[in-house]
């Protein structure tokens, strides 16, 4: 009795003394702890997600993957799951869990291994969120104070709901939202009991047990983990071996992308990181709303690669990527598929092997592990490619293209007819470039700014300043227009020859091509893209004069030159720039500046950023100029002018500067309507055809109207364009500026991609502007052609733009700003009557201005 007394005064001192050390160590201790109240306010870090203006994902910034969810969100078998595998007591003990402790240990002594952890999911949510994974003891005791902290302030739902959204799960996903989506491209709910086991195993070792790295290593541990649900009666035993005898199903999923806007995206990256630094753009779950519409930024994409990939096709195939095999050492299909998978495709070039050649036709295995047939459909555009200017003969048999063996890409046939047809296809060695903006505020609709982002991640839309060509003219006869010329003033279209001081030798700019027709009216100067026209009305403005006229349009005046090469295009420009300039024409005369951010909002969904962009608004315009007592009408703001405006998206939008006058606008649009539709009608196209004069067949519309451009040596091809609302540019050309775009030879069949013949604007840029075109105005309705004031129109005769008394084939109406209209008759003695003379058929001179354009 003795013994046992003294045994008991002893454990009981001990026990004192313990309490009193972990007292002690607590007080000790606790001034280093952090204040686990902050949990309750903690922001995970989440990256930051673009999205279009309809919702559409583009792309998402930030080291760690991470899909914040509510407890109500997770299945309840995957909470099941990681209470069995990692604290199956988590509702019962207070942070700590003794028994769990004595458990561990006793396994541990028993075998000699450390099978079952003691850590709670709260000692986990401590160490995620506040402490170091280093193995000490003092971080042990933290750990401990810290879960019991974390259990007096926070319920067990909440607790539940940190760990499960911030632990690491591999493959930089953090957290359970993120690891179903990475690793099987789903949400929770559409899970399978099989495939929560398996990521309910990861928190022990995510790069070790992980489906992608190590499926076998993985199936043993979702094992373990169905056998620890079983166990606690959270599943049947037919649950257990339907999920236990589940194949390893998991593969990398990347973030689920709706959009393809890469350079845009990487703009809103960069302009997200000016704003905000890289920390919290890239942490704190900003969501940020383009301005660009999924429909429209799809058809940009589609146009560019579509037109980029029939150019290159139109110039030879430059040969294959290389050889699978050599002589007679075939390879086994499995080797030709793990060749391929390491080949980077190019959407819509994917990498593919041939296997087979026969006489016409060719037989291919894909990357995917499809076998597929290239008919002489996709093979007989493939000339062997000589340089940009020739091309081989045209072959005969599929062998004289390629062999078996050669790595090549492919991609599928373009035309509706060929569905389910392959071609041969090859990376284009030309790049291009696509911007559209919206003209009343200048919101970026649609950016494309290269073939490919992986292949070239350079953004020509705003990165490369290239030679505009003849997309200077419009900007040259606004110029002349508010110099006191019009559509009918007549310039000499003839050669000019100018002896140059400075390079000493003469000037002789040409016409392409080099024809000349005398004393020519404005409207046909511009339409026909006469250099020599524009060279003399260059003149009559004046170099200073012009220069300073298009610096109203955005245009940096330092970088323009200064000599009369300016006149036909010498400016180097980027394409977005471009497009700005020609949204003044298209919306009255207003200089709108290009956004792309519509609003920026945090993480729980309030708003941080909503633009605001000045208006082009004529309404708002003659609203300020009637109401200028009414407060109530509009306001001023630090110099701004605003106005109550029911066409505006705002309610009181800032009005954009005016640079040019509406009636100038007007005009200008006018002529560029002749560019695409001549000098004939949408009844009868009779007459001459202005440069653009594709989009007329095109897309049958009035209200549309553009310019083309094409550089000296064709090595920059530009059309730029609009109709009421949207402006858009493309431009094509090799990114080392030495290249020419080149020509092509003729006697080949490629059907729509046929053209022969030097490279040009309208060849080469415009097929992507029309087939853009074709998509963002599909259901829109024609806009009515609608004068503004001080315009007049008034018949004139075709050749000298005087006044006529006739209403036959040699006059027409024409659009005059009032008081600038000719005020004497034409002399028809002194006229020749076969200027501009249409078939005999025609009705053209029984038709208005507005039937006509």
Same mark, same amino acid.
């Given at each position: ?63 760690? #993957? ?98 499960? @959204? ?99 995206? =990487?703009?809103?990256? %960069? ?127 599929? /062998?004289?293209?390629?062999? %078996? ?158 000599? =009369? ?72 703001? =630090? ?18 500067? #005016? ?36 989009? %007329? ?25 609009? @109709? ?28 729509? /991609? ?27 309705? =024609? ?43 034409? /002399? ?26």
């Amino acid at each position: 009795m003795k013994w046992i007394k003294r045994l008991s005064v002893f454990l009981f001192v001990s026990g004192l003394l313990g309490v009193g050390s972990i007292v002690a160590l607590y007080f000790y201790i606790k001034p280093e702890l952090p204040d686990v109240t902050t949990l309750k306010t903690m922001q995970l870090q989440t990256p930051m997600k673009v999205y279009s203006q309809d919702g559409k994902l583009i792309s998402q910034f930030g080291e760690k #993957r991470r899909i914040p969810v509510s407890i109500d969100e997770v299945p309840p078998l995957m909470i099941n799951a990681f209470l069995a595998t990692e604290d199956n007591r988590f509702y019962e003990h207070p942070g700590i869990d003794p028994i769990g402790i004595v458990r561990a240990a006793s396994v541990m002594i028993m075998t000699g291994e450390r099978k079952q952890g003691a850590s709670t999911i709260t000692q986990q949510v401590a160490r995620n969120f506040f402490l170091t994974r280093e193995k000490t003891f003092i971080r042990k005791i933290k750990e401990i104070f810290l879960a019991w902290h974390i259990e007096q302030n926070l319920t067990k739902d909440e607790i539940l709901t940190l760990y499960l @959204n911030k632990i690491p799960l591999g493959y930089r996903s953090f957290g359970i939202g993120a690891a179903a989506q990475v690793y099987y491209g789903k949400t929770l709910d559409e899970l399978t009991l099989a495939q929560m086991a398996i990521i309910a195993g990861l928190p022990k070792a995510p790069s070790a047990l992980n489906p992608i790295r190590s499926p076998k290593r993985a199936k043993a541990r979702r094992h373990v983990v169905l056998l620890r649900m079983l166990d606690e009666n959270y599943i049947t035993q037919a649950q257990f071996e339907e999920a236990n005898n589940a194949p390893i199903t998991g593969k990398y999923h990347g973030a689920e992308i709706d959009l393809s806007a890469p350079y845009l995206a =990487e703009m809103v990256r %960069a302009e997200m990181i000016k704003r905000y630094g890289e920390d919290k753009a890239y942490t704190q779950g900003l969501t940020v709303y383009t301005t660009v519409h999924s429909d429209r930024q799809t058809a940009a994409t589609n146009a560019l690669i579509n037109n980029l990939l029939n150019y290159d096709l139109r110039h030879g195939y430059r040969g294959p990527l290389g050889q699978a095999w050599s002589n007679d050492d075939v390879l086994r299909n499995e080797e030709i598929l793990l060749l391929l998978k390491d080949k980077p495709s190019y959407n819509p070039l994917q990498p593919a092997v041939i296997i087979a050649v026969k006489q016409q036709e060719v037989d291919a295995l894909l990357a995917n592990g499809e076998q597929v047939t290239v008919s002489w459909d996709g093979l007989k555009w493939a000339r062997p490619f000589v340089s940009d200017k020739k091309q081989g003969p045209a072959p005969q048999t599929a /062998n004289e293209i390629v062999n %078996a063996g050669d790595i090549v890409l492919l991609r599928p046939m373009l035309a509706n007819d060929k569905a389910n047809q392959w071609m041969l296809g090859q990376i284009p060695d030309a790049s291009s470039a696509f911007i559209a903006i919206d003209n009343n505020d200048g919101a970026i609709e649609a950016l494309v700014g290269g073939f490919n982002y992986q292949q070239s991640k350079f953004n020509r839309v705003t990165q490369a300043k290239r030679q505009i060509g003849s997309n200077i003219k419009p900007f040259v006869y606004s110029a002349g227009l508010a110099k006191g010329a019009t559509l009918a003033t007549l310039i000499n279209d003839a050669p000019i020859n100018q002896w140059d001081e400075r390079a000493g030798t003469a000037w002789r700019p040409k016409n392409s091509p080099p024809t000349y027709n005398g004393p020519t009216r404005l409207r046909l100067g511009l339409a026909q893209s006469k250099n020599v026209m524009s060279v003399r009305l260059f003149r009559q403005v004046g170099l200073s004069n012009a220069i300073n006229y298009m610096a109203r349009f955005g245009f940096d005046k330092t970088k323009l030159p200064r000599d =009369e090469s300016l006149s036909l295009g010498s400016a180097s420009l980027t394409p977005l720039e471009v497009a700005v300039a020609f949204a003044t024409f298209a919306n009255g005369g207003f200089k709108v500046e290009p956004y792309f951010i519509e609003r920026i909002e945090d993480a729980n969904g309030q708003l941080l950023y909503q633009s605001t962009p000045k208006q082009a608004c004529l309404t708002c315009e003659k609203q300020i100029a009637l109401n200028t007592d009414d407060p109530e009408h509009w306001a001023t703001i =630090e110099g701004d002018a605003f106005s109550q405006c029911d066409i505006a998206p705002y309610g009181l939008p800032l009005l954009a500067p #005016r640079i040019i006058t509406e009636q100038n606008a007007f005009l200008m649009r006018q002529v560029m309507a002749s560019v695409i539709w001549g000098g004939g009608s949408w009844r009868n196209k009779t007459g001459w055809n202005g440069t653009g004069w594709r989009a %007329a067949g095109a897309l049958k519309r009035h209200d549309i109207g553009g310019k083309t451009g094409t550089t000296n040596e064709a090595k920059d091809a530009w059309f730029s364009g609009f @109709n009421p609302d949207l402006s858009a540019t493309s431009w094509i050309g090799f990114d080392d500026h030495r290249r020419e775009l080149g020509r092509v030879n003729r006697n080949i069949n490629l059907g729509k /991609n046929q053209i022969s013949g030097g490279e040009a604007g309208a060849k080469t840029a415009q097929p992507a502007w029309i087939e853009f075109m074709k998509s963002a105005l599909k259901g829109i309705p =024609e806009r009515p052609n609608v004068l503004p004031d001080n315009i007049v129109q008034v018949r004139i005769d075709r050749e000298s733009g005087l006044l006529t008394h006739k209403s036959d084939y040699t006059s027409r109406f024409e659009y005059f700003i009032q008081g600038t209209e000719p005020t004497e008759y034409v /002399n028809h003695q002194d006229t020749d009557s076969s200027f501009d003379q249409p078939d005999e058929n025609s009705n053209d001179a029984d038709e208005s201005l507005d039937d006509l354009f």
